[in-house]
């Protein structure tokens, strides 16, 4: 085995685990705030 090999793939793997986790968040932040706004729209529009 390489050394080397080993150390570049497990850096790779911690930038695609990294950028993974970075996409997961950015899109339940996104999920969340346009749930959040459609929620309020509806509320919105509940007649008082």
């Given at each position: 085995m390489v050394p080397g090999a080993v150390g570049k793939g497990?850096?790779?793997n911690r930038?695609?685990?990294a950028l993974l986790m970075s996409a997961t968040?950015?899109?339940g932040l996104f999920?969340?705030?346009r749930w959040n706004a459609e929620a309020c729209v509806?509320?919105?529009e509940?007649?008082?």
């Open positions: 497990g850096s790779r930038w695609g685990c968040v950015a899109v999920v969340r705030s509806h509320l919105d509940r007649p008082v």
